[in-house]
């Protein structure tokens, strides 16, 4: 596999950053982004984040397809100390 294109945001390539799921045009993992929503970030304050890097549209379609599962980016887990 060399570059997969999801929608009009998101792709995957095995050069860049693994091969795992990053918005086009950039080395900015979704992890990252869905990691920020889950803390309660909106995507707009996520775009402003990135510093146009990003846009709240590419945010929003990768929250999108991930919760229809159309895609599937896994989002690290921390453990609480016991």
């Known amino acids: 596999m060399a570059r997969i294109e999801i929608g009009k945001h998101l792709a995957a390539d095995t050069r860049v950053c693994g091969g795992r799921l990053i918005f086009k045009g ?3 993992l979704v992890s990252d982004a869905l990691e ?12 402003r984040q990135y510093r146009g890097m990003l846009t709240a549209k590419g ?9 229809r599962g159309i ?3 896994i989002v690290a887990r921390t ?4």
Do not use: D, N
């Open 26 to 28: 950039t080395r900015i």
């Open 36 to 47: 920020l929503t889950e803390a309660g970030y909106t995507p707009e304050a996520i775009a």
């Open 59 to 67: 945010v929003r379609e990768a929250l999108t397809l991930t919760r």
């Open 71 to 73: 895609v599937r980016e």
């Open 79 to 82: 453990k609480a100390a016991a």
